[in-house]
């Protein structure tokens, strides 16, 4: 299977070695010159806590690919993947096969792949993988993570099982979800609660675990999120939410990640804060649900925003 991964970031760069180093044939597409020509002249070069190593994945700059993949991983920031998807179209990328995986993190994605691609062609999963850009042509890795992922119409396939087995042959520990809405809403407690507080307070997520009243601080944000998500028909459980934020505490899960939000504010670039919090605001004014403390979140992430400008 000819596999592209389309924003080739910090993630995208994981996703993308990994499977290259499985035999997979993968190219990391991107629009960023310095960083495609810095992975083709010296291959990935990966930064963990006790080595530093080359992978020669190959990249490509978007405006000269010249080929169409049989299976496409969406990894840019969320505000930026129709863009991505329309150009892939202009370029011809995309056959009548073509199946599109959005790994992003955040809300109301298979939606708005949806007026790109039928739904038996989009693939929604998420992930706890965690990664981090350097510099160009540079990724740092730290921790362990694995991804869920499910057709976005809820159908069962072999494409499904195709993806999830390359997956698993790359070591990204993949299971298929019965039910990637669940996942999807999890994920989006999850990073609605450590990605915004980390960058607010300036920590890594194990820094921000070590406060002693972390889970008295977090507990009325994950409250309203729970409600908007049972107004939308998906039942998250609060045990189950305030367990999955635990888990990715230890510095073998995600503690020494700065979560990718803080990593866009040290950019100086959007974050996908509207994506997460701003998107529980903005459904809880739908139903008529007060969701203050999601609401406090996105204010003070778009004022550090503009504080970049
Ligand atoms: N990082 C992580 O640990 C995790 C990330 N995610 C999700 O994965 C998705 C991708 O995130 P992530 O990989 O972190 O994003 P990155 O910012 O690392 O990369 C996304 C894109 O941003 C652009 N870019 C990044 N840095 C620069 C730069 N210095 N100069 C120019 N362009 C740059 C590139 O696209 P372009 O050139 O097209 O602008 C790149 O493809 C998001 O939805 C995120 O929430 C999910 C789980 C964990
Ligand atoms: C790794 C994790 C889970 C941290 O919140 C993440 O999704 C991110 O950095 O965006």
Known sequence: MKIAVAGAGALGGRVGIQLHESGVDVTLIDKWEEHVNAINE?????HTEDKVYQVPVKA??????DESYDLIIILTKAMYAEDMLQALYEKNSIHAETAILTMMNGLGHGDRLAKYVSKDRIYLA????TAGLKGPGQIVLTGSGGIQIQRADGIASKMT????????TANLNSIISRDVQH???????????LNPLCSIL?????EFAAY????EMITPIIEEIIEVAGARGVN????????????AFPDSAAGLHYPSMHQDLAKGVQTEVDYLNGKISEYGKEYGIKTPNNDMITHLIHQLEMKNH
């Open 212 to 215: 002693g009243a972390v889970i």
């Open 42 to 46: 010296k291959g990935m070069e990966v």
């Open 60 to 65: 490509k700059l978007l405006e000269d690919i």
């Open 202 to 206: 300036d920590k890594r997520i194990g």
């Open 161 to 168: 099982e195709e993806i999830n087995d390359i997956f698993n």
């Open 236 to 247: 998250l459980d609060f045990d189950a939410s305030l367990e999955k934020i635990k888990a």
């Open 183 to 193: 996942s999807i809403w999890a994920k989006a407690t999850l990073n609605s609660v």
């Open 126 to 129: 998420v992930t706890m993988w």
